[in-house]
């Protein structure tokens, strides 16, 4: 099924006062569902379909770049019925391959997916060949990720070439560590959204989002519209970014 906005996509902001980067914390999934006396999996879901139509809202209105926090290092600790119910959203995504590829969607997992069944890492892998020629948007899906994780990772692939002789720790600079990263060549996050009412950036992207602008809602993810990211835009683009300099 092909995917489309429901209203004409026009930008809420001129193109040039759009962020390149957005990243999307999708928080408050189990208290929407509880507030249905429904089991939290149910808020996944729905959740899962806000992602779509946001992600799709995204490429149609011109955002190149938009990361989405799928599952945190932290998320193993919910029950595992819930972990389940996660996976199965992930694979349903995942095997979504034709409409991605046709849609204009480059899908990109971030995070370390070994932690995952087998099935899943091989559909993730699949996903992100198929796609990887696309270039309207570029999904950043956030899984089993962390930012002081990312870190590490980055990190221990810099030790081993200094260990190989092939850098010199003088020569290790800003650059040098985001190149290493998951999301190496992906521009820095411009704004990050996090409905649901917390204040937190709950090691997303710790690194790419230095300079980011941050907007907070009320709104639980399973509610939140493309009206709701307007919104979030109009505010974005009257923000004044110094990246440290003066006026
Ligand atoms: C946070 O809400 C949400 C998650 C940990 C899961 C996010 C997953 C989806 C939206 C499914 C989409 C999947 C794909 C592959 C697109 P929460 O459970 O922490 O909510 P709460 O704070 O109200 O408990």
């Given at each position: 099924?092909?995917?489309?906005?429901?209203?004409?996509?026009?930008?809420?902001?001129?193109?040039?006062?759009?962020?390149?980067?957005?990243?999307?914390?999708?928080?408050?999934?189990?208290?929407?569902?509880?507030?249905?006396?429904?089991?939290?999996?149910?808020?996944?879901?729905?959740?899962?379909?806000?992602?779509?139509?946001?992600?799709?809202?995204?490429?149609?209105?011109?955002?190149?770049?938009?990361?989405?926090?799928?599952?945190?290092?932290?998320?193993?600790?919910?029950?595992?019925?819930?972990?389940?119910?996660?996976?199965?959203?992930?694979?349903?995504?995942?095997?979504?391959?034709?409409?991605?590829?046709?849609?204009?969607?480059?899908?990109?997992?971030?995070?370390?997916?070994?932690?995952?069944?087998?099935?899943?890492?091989?559909?993730?892998?699949?996903?992100?060949?198929?796609?990887?020629?696309?270039?309207?948007?570029?999904?950043?899906?956030?899984?089993?990720?962390?930012?002081?994780?990312?870190?590490?990772?980055?990190?221990?692939?810099?030790?081993?070439?200094?260990?190989?002789?092939?850098?010199?720790?003088?020569?290790?600079?800003?650059?040098?560590?985001?190149?290493?990263?998951?999301?190496?060549?992906?521009?820095?996050?411009?704004?990050?959204?996090?409905?649901?009412?917390?204040?937190?950036?709950?090691?997303?992207?710790i690194w790419q989002c230095a300079y980011a602008e941050y907007y907070f809602t009320n709104i639980l993810w399973p509610d939140f519209t493309t009206d709701d990211l307007d919104k979030a835009l109009i505010d974005f683009a009257g923000r004044g970014r110094r990246f440290g300099g003066a006026?």
């Open positions: 099924m092909a995917f489309f906005t429901k209203k004409e996509a026009v930008p809420p902001v001129a193109p040039e006062q759009l962020p390149k980067h957005v990243g999307f914390i999708m928080d408050g999934n189990g208290r929407w569902a509880k507030k249905r006396g429904m089991p939290r999996g149910f808020g996944h879901i729905e959740g899962g379909k806000v992602y779509k139509k946001i992600m799709t809202y995204c490429r149609d209105i011109g955002i190149p770049y938009a990361s989405f926090y799928v599952f945190s290092t932290e998320n193993w600790s919910r029950s595992q019925e819930e972990i389940n119910g996660i996976f199965k959203l992930m694979r349903e995504y995942l095997d979504d391959v034709q409409s991605f590829k046709h849609e204009g969607v480059r899908w990109l997992v971030v995070g370390d997916k070994s932690k995952f069944p087998q099935d899943i890492q091989e559909r993730m892998t699949k996903l992100e060949e198929e796609t990887r020629d696309n270039d309207r948007l570029t999904s950043i899906m956030c899984c089993n990720y962390g930012g002081r994780n990312e870190l590490a990772h980055s990190a221990r692939e810099i030790a081993e070439l200094v260990k190989k002789g092939e850098l010199e720790p003088e020569d290790i600079t800003e650059d040098t560590i985001n190149a290493h990263l998951y999301t190496a060549g992906i521009p820095d996050v411009d704004l990050v959204i996090r409905p649901s009412g917390e204040l937190r950036l709950s090691n997303f992207l006026e």
